[in-house]
């Protein structure tokens, strides 16, 4: 297998179990499966920028020279996931002193919502009105004037 082959697949391994932590209920595993995608990613940055080569530098001879924007994207991404580790890692800490778990509590409106879902209601504030008849249709619609302005504009004959 090439290098490039493996490093794709090191990359997905990654990708996936960090899908797979971040779908349990515990802040702990959630944060590792964030950090392990972010590294994942980084690797397929890696991949994307392509063989090595000298680096870019103004008044260099010819040869072979790196592409220096996957380097800054990779230096963004792990800045990036780092800070939010650290936010995660802080709000876990806070969760893990208020409540004794690091575990995920289900939301009372998610309950409220599924148990709604489940009796199939709609909200209070939903108006379940039919399409007023006498609306024409896209077929049957006046033709529109010249410059695309229909003449029966709600707002009367002179709204342009």
Sequence with gaps: MSPNLIL??????MVGTGVTLMLERSLTRILVGF???GNGLNVLLLIASGPAGRAPLIGEGEGPM??????????????????????GLAL???????TGTDDVQDDLEDDFIRRRAERDE?????????LDE?????????????????TDSPRGEDAR
């Design 8 to 13: 794709v697949i090191v990359a997905g391994v």
């Design 35 to 37: 950090v392990l995608i």
């Design 66 to 87: 790196s592409d220096p924007l996957p380097q800054a994207m990779a230096l963004t991404a792990i800045v990036i996931t780092m800070g939010v580790t650290a936010f």
């Design 92 to 98: 876990a800490y806070r969760a893990f002193q208020l």
């Design 122 to 130: 709609a909200s209070t504030t939903f108006e379940d009105t039919e």
């Design 134 to 150: 006498s609306l024409p249709d896209e077929e049957g619609a006046d033709e529109p004037d010249d410059i695309g302005v229909s």
